[in-house]
Nanobody, 126 residues
């Protein structure tokens, strides 16, 4: 089993920055991809960014527009999401997710991810 725990959420003014972290424990060595999703009230969960652990390839949603950066700290077994230029529309609960398999399913499809964290709230005030 794999456990994911997010941290780093909070309240920030528009234009500010936050750094989310996802700590992984358990059998993490076989993970293929880790990603960040978010869900705002009344909206569906959407893909934000992903990182293929074997190749180090990063993927981003279009709305990120170069504002967010996903990275991996191998020594600490963590994945980070640096968020700059935050906008009120970024307000949501952010979830870390992981998938151990290389699938034909798109990296942005939440259904492919097997493990999920409990989420961390990000609130951006205008």
């Amino acid at each position: 089993q794999v456990q994911l725990v997010e941290s780093g959420g909070g309240l920030v003014q528009a234009g500010g920055s936050l750094r989310l972290s996802c700590g992984a424990s358990g059998r993490t060595g076989s993970m293929f991809i880790m990603g960040w999703f978010r869900q705002a009230p009344g909206k569906e969960r959407e893909f934000v960014a992903g990182f293929t652990l074997t190749s180090g390839t990063a993927y981003y949603a279009d709305f990120v527009k170069g504002r967010f950066t996903i990275s991996r700290d191998t020594a600490q077994n963590m994945v980070h999401l640096q968020m700059n230029g935050l906008e009120p529309e970024d307000t949501a609960v952010y979830y870390c997710a992981a998938d151990p398999l290389s699938r034909m399913t798109s990296y942005s499809d939440s259904a492919r991810y097997v493990y999920w964290g409990q989420g961390t709230q990000v609130t951006v005030s205008s």
